[in-house]
C-alpha cells in the first residue's frame, strides 16, 4: 500500500472510492457563451472503469449523475474525466469554491507482467529498504532519507 500511495499506481486490481476537488477546463463556445466545467483527476491509475459520480451541491448532498455524461480519458496518467459540454452542474458550493466529485471505479493492472520493470525494481528496492531497517524505529524517517542511508552503507 506505501508503494501505491507514493506512486499513484495500483498493481492488484481493487475498486477505489475517491473524493477529488476539480480543476476548470475551458470548454470553448456553447450556446453563444464562454463555459467553463470541471475536470476531474483520479488520485490512482491505471484506471480500468468508472462505476459511478456524483457531486456535492451547496448544501452537502451528494447527487449522483451519470458517468456517460464524462468524457473520460483511460490512457492519461492520472486519468482525467471532463463533463460533457451539453451537460450542466448547478452553481459551484460557496464553501469550497470548486466542485467536489465522489467517484467509484476500479484501478489496478489485471496481470503482473503488465507493470514496468522500472516500477517493480523502485518497488523492491523500496519495500528491501524498509525490510533492512525492521528492526529500527523509522516512523521519522522518510523514504528518501532511508534510501541515502542504504547508499551510504553501500559504499
Do not use: H
Not at 77 to 87: E, F, M, R, Y
Request: net charge negative; with cysteine; aromatic share 10%.
Amino acid at each position: 500500500r506505501m508503494c501505491e500511495e507514493t506512486t499513484g499506481i495500483v498493481v492488484y486490481t481493487q475498486t477505489l472510492l475517491s473524493i477529488v476537488e476539480t480543476e476548470d477546463v475551458l470548454l470553448g463556445r456553447y450556446s453563444g457563451r464562454r463555459t467553463i466545467n470541471p475536470k476531474i483527476l483520479l488520485p490512482y491509475a491505471p484506471v480500468q472503469n468508472v462505476s459511478s459520480i456524483s457531486y456535492e451541491t451547496n448544501s452537502n448532498i451528494w447527487v449522483a449523475t451519470d458517468v456517460i455524461n464524462f468524457s473520460i480519458d483511460y490512457d492519461s496518467l492520472p486519468c482525467s474525466l471532463v463533463l460533457s459540454q451539453d451537460i450542466t452542474l448547478p452553481a459551484r458550493p460557496t464553501t469550497y469554491n470548486t466542485y467536489r466529485f465522489k467517484v467509484q471505479y476500479t484501478a489496478g493492472y489485471t496481470n503482473i507482467t503488465d507493470i514496468a520493470p522500472g516500477i517493480m525494481g523502485a518497488m523492491y528496492m523500496y519495500l528491501s529498504i524498509y525490510y533492512t531497517n525492521r528492526n529500527d524505529d523509522i516512523s521519522e524517517k522518510t523514504a528518501q532519507e532511508l534510501l541515502l542511508q542504504e547508499k551510504m552503507y553501500l559504499l
